[in-house]
């Protein structure tokens, strides 16, 4: 099993910025990042592969940046002009293989997840 471990969660303002990371335990082929709000589904933000390609939640706006680093088996999250809509549960998940960026049932490897509130 591949073990996820997330950080970089907290609070901020709007207009804020936050850096999420979750490392894996042993090589994972496609990482991504879900959210869920409180009284809402878990929704796909965004997803990369260890070629670099990342796919993005539309709703997102060219706000956040996901990346990969290869070497650390770590992804991150960076998050920028942070609305209170994005406030939620963010969740790491991980796949050996192919992945999108909003199917769950494509990831069996899941995080804790890392509380980001944004009053």
């Known amino acids: 099993d591949v073990q996820l471990v997330e950080s970089g969660g907290g609070s901020v303002q709007a207009g804020g910025s936050l850096r999420l990371s979750c490392g894996a335990s042993?090589?994972?082929?496609?990482m991504g990042w879900f959210r869920q709000a409180p009284g809402k589904e878990r929704e796909g933000v965004a997803r990369?592969?260890?070629?670099?390609?990342?796919r993005y939640a539309d709703s997102l706006e060219g706000r956040f940046t996901i990346s990969k680093d290869n070497s650390k088996n770590t992804m991150y999250l960076q998050m920028n002009s942070l609305k209170p809509e994005d406030t939620a549960m963010y969740y790491c998940?991980?796949?050996?293989?192919?992945?999108?960026?909003?199917?769950?049932?494509?990831?069996?490897?899941w995080g804790q997840g890392t509380q980001v509130t944004v009053s």
């Open positions: 998940a991980a796949a050996r293989y192919g992945c999108t960026w909003y199917m769950q049932s494509d990831y069996p490897y």
């Open positions: 042993a090589y994972t082929h496609c």
């Open positions: 990369i592969d260890n070629s670099g390609v990342t």
